[in-house]
């Protein structure tokens, strides 16, 4: 979920259109969980395969990549998370239970037929099991789409590919990208537009934005580490923060007090222990230095075979998805997906 930076951060709505051109390293964890949570059936059961294997996350990732991809011009790299830090395994136990207790709900909500109910409980039941990812994996790989792994959180192997310039930003729906250090964050990379809030019960209507960390960070006048020490008095996926102290709050304590270190003890005492560990979580994170991005051709009789034979896809929409691509191909006279990757983005920064 992220840090709650929404009331405080400075952001400018895009269009899809003006990513054209643009290489985005994209948060593949984020991206998949999106369509746990929203293909699923009228009463809340995820798509699945003759075998019982869930699909949904692959119907999702192969029709938008490839539409951003084809349609929109947008260069792709999925990062996979890694092991996470150990000051993330309280969020994730917490996470585990919430998912557990929607659960119950959702399977009650079925028994009474109140299906309305089902679907928004259902949605928050969504887990990304490990041959789920390997899927995942094999499908943008079949796709001739490149991937890299990461050795612990895919947003920060996505934002220091962003700071070193082999993408032109990283992509995700959580603002931890911009504690990370990324210089640009794109998010709600979607085409439909709109976002299900189960706690609500409806919809929105979703743009996709654009956040710059030296503009954000120039408007409160703070720094990089002033922002993660102000992210940690809001609370992180690292730790809990300090109860009354939201977004504005605790920008305007860090701006005046300079450093969690300076705080009033009052302040300080509440807050978690192990900041300085935080802090490292964010400022010296575990990334893979030597990634390489690899590409690869589509594959198009694995692609049947992996989707159709294996995991129950119809053809028809399989070789609408291949066609797509072939069509791409020829449109910009590429022979593969390859030379997606292999240019500098040269135009200007978007403001």
Known sequence: MGVNLAPVVVKHKIRLEDLRGRTLAVDANNFLYQFLALIRTPNGSPLT????TVTSHLAGLMY???RLICEYGINLVFVFDGIPPKQKYTEISKRRKNREKATIEWKLALEAKDYAKAFSKAVMTSRLTRPMIEDAKKLLHLLGIPQVQAPSEAESQAAYM??????????SRD???????????V??????????LPSKGISRRLEPELIFLDEFLSRYGITRNQLVDASILIGTDFNDG???VGPKKSVKLITEFGTIENLPSSIKMKLTQNYNEVRSVFLEPDVDRHYVVKHSLMQEDELYDFLCDQKGFRKERVEKVIERIRRYRLETKQTDLQ????SKDTLKDLS
């Open 242 to 244: 300090v109860r009354g």
């Open 339 to 342: 030379e997606w990757f292999t």
């Open 187 to 196: 998010r709600y990379l979607t085409i439909t537009g709109i976002e299900f």
């Open 162 to 171: 962003a700071m070193k310039g082999d993408a032109w930003a990283s992509s």
């Open 64 to 66: 938008r990549s490839t």
């Open 175 to 185: 603002f931890d990208s911009l504690l990370f250090g990324t210089p640009k964050l």
């Open 49 to 52: 395969s003759p075998n019982g």
